[in-house]
């Protein structure tokens, strides 16, 4: 350390950061995100990251696509033992945060994630989940580098 102030913030303060909120000019908020940004890629457990649900539960999703930033900033070894959960993340591709997961897994070669990927993709059949299947086709064509 340089003698400097080394502060790192819990994972409460950094959704506080992440919350959207009226109050805030754009400018403001896209500081506070940043800020939890910068605070949040220091901590190495990435579970909190992962579609939280933060009190008050209806702010939950508005700290997805910041929480998505943070996902997307990790390495792929960091992401391995997660993917299963961020390929859950593409259920509603509307979902804040959606496509910067969607994008991030596209950047893992696609033979480390197949066997997850096929399995996710079974279990979106199982449940017959059609926008699921939807997302994980989109996914497999843009690996295919056949995506429209």
Request: with cysteine; hydrophobic share 45%.
């Amino acid at each position: 350390m340089d003698g400097g102030v080394f502060i790192l913030l819990n994972i409460d303060e950094i959704y506080e950061l992440f919350i959207w909120d009226t109050s805030y000019t754009d400018e403001e908020y896209e500081e506070r995100v940043n800020k939890g940004i910068a605070e949040a890629v220091k901590l190495k457990n990435i579970y909190p990251f992962i579609q939280p649900i933060i009190v008050p539960t209806e702010k939950s999703k508005t700290v997805w696509e910041p929480c998505a930033m943070v996902v997307s900033k990790k390495s792929d070894a960091e992401l391995e033992q997660y993917v299963y959960l961020l390929f859950e993340w593409l259920k509603d591709m509307n979902w804040p945060g959606a496509w910067i997961v969607f994008d991030r897994l596209l950047k893992i070669p696609f033979s480390e994630i197949e066997e997850k990927y096929s399995y996710c993709r079974k279990q979106a059949e199982r449940e017959k989940d059609e926008l699921w299947l939807m997302a994980l086709d989109d996914f497999l064509k843009a690996v295919k580098n056949d995506f429209i």
